[in-house]
């Protein structure tokens, strides 16, 4: 039996999306390990620029918690947010967002 919590994660990305689209975030990855109640999110941006800038945003753990939270994630604890760009998973990873996230 899967756990639901995944599918409301799934349900959620398309608002965390559109929440930091204007940073150029067009993509969400999670790494969790269910039945574990804790989540890292990883908000992906095309461009380096684009990341650096997001990633010194102060309260983005707390901005992302609020979201999940607002899509009826419940029983998830955001350990933890990254920002990755497209062209770093690009350049170091070979285009593998799995091995960029892991």
């Known amino acids: 039996m899967s756990d639901l919590r995944w599918n409301r994660l799934e349900a959620a990305r398309a608002n965390l999306i559109?929440?930091?689209a204007a940073e150029g975030v067009d993509?969400?990855?999670y790494v969790a390990s269910p039945p574990d109640?804790?989540?890292w999110v990883w908000l992906g941006t095309g461009t380096d620029l684009q990341r650096?800038?997001?990633?010194v945003?102060?309260?983005l753990r707390a901005q992302v918690g609020r979201l999940l939270a607002d899509a009826s994630v419940e029983g998830i604890e955001?350990?933890?947010v990254r920002v990755q760009s497209a062209e770093t998973v690009n350049r170091d990873y070979g285009g593998s967002w799995f091995n960029a996230v892991r």
């Open 37 to 39: 109640a804790w989540v």
């Open 78 to 80: 955001v350990a933890g």
């Open 52 to 55: 650096d800038a997001l990633s």
């Open 18 to 20: 559109a929440a930091f």
């Open 57 to 59: 945003v102060v309260d």
């Open 27 to 29: 993509r969400v990855e």
